[in-house]
């Protein structure tokens, strides 16, 4: 295991971005290493680590070939796949977040690549769009909206009507943006495909896991849940934990590490203090742009120090999960799923103009709402 975890290290050229960028902001702000672990979220590295091993079970059991299977022969032309993928995302994480939304509808993506010709990589980056837009109507949809919903005491109903306009707008936009991109033309399916065999001891194995990780997440006993799937798969399948991509959680590790260095520094505590007093269009692109480097999930985190939880702070975060690839770490945990390089620069031709769209959009649904 050490090998081939070294060479996807040695390729990783987004891990070593972000540890050039911890380098660089260690001389500007107080070196403290022994502060670093705390600056991390280790429940959400715990999570990540569990869906990861779960999912990973799955596609090692052949499920997935046999679910895309069902798919292709329903779906008998690109556009019609491609739009039921992306409003089974959308879907999928307005009541599972969207990592876990992800976390389902990707490998099974990958998986139809096997089967037939579809460009997957654009129908990953639409899936990836539909989470961040999806996840954004309901209080459980995504972390920033978790803390956003305490925060303002609202009802569960009352936070879903207060996003709906957003969220109606950004679902519009994508399907819209889908129908256009993905043809209407005949899957051709692969001559060379096999009938798929598939371990249905795992399938079910891994749904046994599940439970009990989701039970232990529930009762705040993540770690000990991790160990019971993790020593579960080394008996039943060791190869799931081999062939886990463990190299995204040092990803998510530099980064927490680096939004805690970043946020040190001077120059943006001061202008932190003063989001208060911008005025309404001031303080949506100063949510939005701050979301762009350091994630909607810490940007909101470190704007309810100076403002409200409103409806402005609130959609103006959930309009920042688009744009560049570290708006929201759903965008990160899809393309690293899609284990093609080519990707991550075509992800910004459809996200970028999404967030300028987004953010017009929304601007004006809140002037008028």
Known sequence: ?????????????????LLIIGV??????????????????????????????????????????????RMVRRFHNERRLAMFMVLAAALLSTFLTNDVA?????????????????????????????????????????????????????SFPAFIWQMTPLALAMMATLLVLCWFCFPNKALNYHSGAHTADWQPRLVWSCLGFYLVFITALELKQELWGLALIATGFLLLARRVVLSVDWTLLLVFIAMFIDVHLLIQLPALHSVLTSTSQLSPSGLWLAAIGLSQFISNVP????????????????????????????????NLIALRMANDRRIWWRFHLYSLPMLLWAAAVGYGLFLFR
């Open 1 to 17: 295991m050490s090998i081939p975890l070294f060479r996807a290290l040695a390729r990783d050229h987004f891990l070593h971005l």
């Open 24 to 69: 660089a902001l260690c001389f500007f702000v107080p070196f403290s290493p022994a502060r670093w672990p705390g600056a991390i979220d280790w429940h959400t590295i715990i999570t990540l680590s569990g869906l990861m091993l779960l999912t990973k079970g799955v596609e090692l059991s052949g499920y997935f070939d046999v679910l895309g299977r």
């Open 102 to 154: 992800l976390f389902i509808v990707v490998p099974l993506t990958i998986t139809l690549k096997k089967l037939c010709e579809i460009p997957v990589n654009r129908l990953i980056i639409f899936e990836a769009l539909a989470v961040n837009a999806g996840s954004l109507l309901t209080p459980i949809g995504n972390p920033q909206n978790i803390l956003l919903w305490g925060r303002s005491g609202l």
């Open 299 to 330: 940007a909101t985190i470190l704007l309810l120090n100076y403002v409200p939880p409103d409806t402005l702070l609130a959609w103006a975060v959930n309009v920042g999960g688009f744009g560049l690839l570290p708006g929201s770490l759903a």
